[in-house]
């Protein structure tokens, strides 16, 4: 019997990607029920994770329910890798959390998956942009240096003449 064995950390499966950052201003949680098991809802925080990474979610910090409502009024970054091929594209999934009293933890009360290819895309095509500015673009031309980029500069400056 024959086995071949494979170096498994030597296998990167993952896709190209550039790297993004996704800025959220988050508004507030609505329609939250009043209480779970006897135990009201006073206290709700989010936790944002991007699928296919391996960085730290990011949370909010908790913000008090007042009638079935709670503003949380955060702006939240996070970074991401945008691959290169949409297929790949990341979702980003938030959760809602309950904050019950200090020893009793916190109690999950939904989950939302945000799918990200819209911004992915946006983010590749003001890439592609900026290459096609620089004039970048193709495939075939190397990117420009600062060097390169000054000596461009300099033979686009025409003399003014005094007329």
Not at 45 to 59: A, L, Q, R
Not at 73 to 89: G, K, N, T, W
Not at 100 to 113: D, E, I, K, S, W
């Amino acid at each position: 019997m024959l086995i071949l064995k494979f170096p498994i950390d030597k296998i990167d499966i993952k896709p190209p990607v550039v790297p993004g950052v996704l800025s959220m201003a988050i508004i507030g949680l609505r329609d939250i029920i009043p209480s779970i098991d006897l135990f009201p809802v006073k206290k709700v925080f989010c936790k944002f994770d991007v699928s296919g990474d391996t960085k730290e979610p990011v949370i909010t910090n908790k913000h008090a329910v007042i009638g079935g409502a709670s503003n949380v009024l955060e702006v939240i970054s996070l970074e991401i890798d945008v691959p290169l091929d949409l297929e790949y594209a990341p979702v980003l999934t938030v959760y809602a959390y309950d904050h019950v009293m200090g020893f009793l933890g916190t109690r999950l009360l939904g989950v939302a998956n945000i799918p990200l290819e819209k911004y992915c895309a946006k983010v590749l095509k003001k890439m592609q942009g900026a290459a096609n500015a620089f004039g970048t673009g193709g495939h075939h031309h190397q990117p420009l240096q600062l060097n390169d980029i000054k000596l461009k500069n300099k033979m686009l400056k025409v003399p003014r003449t005094n007329a």
